[in-house]
């Protein structure tokens, strides 16, 4: 069945940038919806970001939008989002899950499969 591997992630100063990817192995991405979701210290996943099975729609958080640029290429079973001026609230661990429906913000049990999650530190 299909699992979702994550990468990229770390450590950076305010203002800084990072780029996370998710990653289909074994089986495709082609017809699912990626989500994106955050997960702070003491706080539920909230949805950040999601983008449609061919990349036509995407959605973004009012909290990133403008610094957070979400793409795929389902050629390479492979979507990757683009993080700019990181801020110190923007910590926490990051989750890319799997959705057979339309890329809206929903809850996160819109999702039925995730990737391990990514840490993203934001400190000076």
């Known amino acids: 069945q299909m699992q979702l591997v994550q990468s990229g992630g770390g450590s950076v100063q305010p203002g800084g940038s990072l780029t996370l990817s998710c990653a289909a192995s074994?089986?495709?991405?082609?017809?699912?919806?990626i989500g994106w979701f955050r997960q702070a210290p003491g706080k539920g996943r909230e949805g950040v970001s999601c983008i449609s099975s061919r990349g036509g729609s995407t959605e973004y958080a009012e909290f990133v939008k403008g610094r957070f640029t979400v793409s795929r290429d389902n050629a390479k079973n492979l979507v990757t989002r683009q993080m700019n001026s990181l801020q110190p609230e923007d910590s926490g661990i990051y989750f890319c899950?799997?959705?057979?429906?339309?890329?809206?913000?929903?809850?996160?049990?819109?999702?039925?499969?995730w990737g391990q999650g990514t840490q993203v530190t934001v400190s000076s």
């Open positions: 074994g089986s495709t991405l082609v017809g699912y919806t």
């Open positions: 899950g799997r959705s057979t429906g339309q890329c809206v913000l929903g809850p996160s049990d819109y999702f039925d499969r």
